[in-house]
């Protein structure tokens, strides 16, 4: 909410779908799209993603990603103006399995 001069409008809304005791797997709308905005905007409500060292997690993962997903996607093609749907299932790993069989 801290306006800097020449800063955008960055927005988002996000819902809870499953939860560990220490993690939780979020679903989260974009309604902008701003360099960093979901890791930003998390990180300023005190959610660290999963292995986010430069936003704020304790530690990084083994593979040295963060665990941010991109599950579905839609945009309009540049040139055919045709709408673009994509979506593509999570990595294989222990913590995204654990969750997918809880939602």
Known sequence: NKERKGSKIAKLSYKVLA??????LLEID????RHHQIRAQLAALG??????LKYGAQRSNPDGGICLH???ITFIHPVKKER???TAAPP???LWDYF???V
């Open 19 to 24: 939860s560990s005791d220490n993690y939780h």
């Open 30 to 33: 974009l309604h902008t799209g």
């Open 47 to 52: 959610i660290h993603i999963k292995g986010d």
């Open 70 to 72: 991109a599950r579905h």
């Open 84 to 86: 673009i749907d994509i």
């Open 92 to 94: 294989k790993n222990t």
């Open 100 to 102: 997918l069989g809880r």
